[in-house]
């Protein structure tokens, strides 16, 4: 007994250190980086998904409380004791989602789609449901086969988001270069996946190796956290300000571009042959520039004006590959869209940075697939 008060009193201070510290970066991000956030007025900011990871380091340390407590005395019937369980898991699963929906990395159906999210809550919500309603039915006890059928539900919605975490994590780290620390991170969820199995399958009970493989996974799960933060702040920090950003389209295939933060100052580039990276380039540059409202975006999916986000990822790659940038300095596609939601991009340029030759903007509006820019540049 007084081994396992002091494995869950650690736990406790691990998770309320790690939320504490979340937090503290938060409030960093919001007082260094409020311009840059100002003028990213979208809904995917990076520091609202480091509120939700903080917020699930808090369900810990009050279910750590609630499990501390129940340890001195029994305080409550085991349907309370079951059903307090059950709210425990739908916060701490809703807060973990709600925070992979502003990973930029996360498997698209999610970043990409609210509704698909809105769907997930509905799902974790039946399913702990489901589970309170299997203990009132079968109880904590374990089946003839060692299965606690009441816990099953829950694991097997553990899993689910044990796998959006990982690929979520990995594919973060790995592309901002922590190639290490994304394969760490892996391990460290799927060590915090291992950890719940032992409330399912009752032959895998050890009391000491569980709570040593709880307390491990998650300072090593926090620690992992602390470096995501951290990488968000340094991205942040690269990130060029919209009012400091030039865009000039000055012929067909060729533009100037201007990011001090990224030592781009008045560079040519020349699109060559692809054409069709230029174009979407210009029809982006036309709507910032002379639409209004929500006409300033353009829909990229299947279906929508441009068919697929690949052609977005491959105008900065061109640019990248003609500037010869290094590492650091390489634009990335968020430096230069923005992402509205809904499948909608819009430059993050502002309208007065960006200049359109005058007979290059007529010849393209002039153009038969073209004809829809022609109400838009009411501005001319």
């Not at 900011?45 to 810990?60: E, I, N, P, Q, T």
């Not at 059903?83 to 807060?95: A, G």
């Not at 003609?322 to 968020?334: F, G, M, T, W």
Request: proline share 2%.
């Amino acid at each position: 007994m007084l081994v396992e008060k002091f494995h869950i009193l650690t736990q406790i201070f691990i998770s309320l250190l790690g939320g504490v510290l979340l937090l503290a970066i938060w409030y960093n991000i919001r007082q260094r980086f409020s311009k840059i956030l100002e003028d990213d007025d979208n809904q995917k900011r990076v520091d609202k998904g480091l509120v939700f990871l903080s917020l699930a380091m808090f369900v810990w340390v009050l279910s750590g409380i609630w499990t501390y407590i129940g340890l001195n005395g029994e305080i409550a019937s085991p349907t309370m004791r079951q059903l307090v369980r059950s709210l425990f898991s739908i916060l701490n699963n809703l807060f973990f989602l709600l925070a992979l929906f502003y990973f930029y990395y996360a498997p698209a159906f999610l970043y990409k789609n609210e509704k698909n999210v809105q769907r997930l809550i509905y799902l974790i919500v039946g399913i702990s449901a489901l589970s309170f309603l299997l203990f009132q039915r079968f109880g904590e006890s374990a089946n003839a086969a060692g299965i606690r059928i009441s816990f099953l539900p829950d694991l097997l919605l553990s899993a689910f988001l044990s796998g959006l975490l990982a690929v979520s994590f990995y594919q973060t780290f790995l592309q901002r270069g922590f190639k290490l620390i994304a394969g760490i991170s892996v391990l460290v969820i799927v060590a915090i996946f291992a950890s719940q199995l032992p409330e399912v399958f009752a032959g895998l009970d050890n009391t000491f190796v569980n709570n040593l493989v709880r307390i491990v996974s998650k300072t090593s799960l926090i620690a992992i956290f602390l470096v995501l933060a951290t990488s968000w702040v340094i991205q942040l920090a690269n990130t060029p300000k919209a009012s400091e950003m030039q865009l000039k389209f000055l012929d067909w295939s060729i533009v100037k571009i201007t990011i001090p933060s990224k030592e781009i100052i008045d560079q040519t580039i020349d699109f060559g042959s692809k054409t069709t990276q230029y174009k979407n380039l210009l029809k982006f540059g036309i709507r910032r520039k002379y639409a209004e409202g929500s006409n300033q975006c353009i829909e990229v999916f299947a279906g929508g004006e441009i068919n697929r986000q690949t052609y977005l990822s491959r105008i900065i790659d061109n640019i990248n590959e003609i500037l010869q940038q290094s590492d650091p300095q390489k634009l990335e596609r968020r430096d230069i869209f923005t992402f509205i939601g809904n499948g909608k991009y819009r430059l993050r340029i502002l309208s007065e940075n960006i200049y359109i030759e005058e007979n290059l903007l007529d010849e393209f509006i002039k153009s038969e697939e073209n004809k829809a820019y022609q109400g838009i540049c009411n501005k001319l």
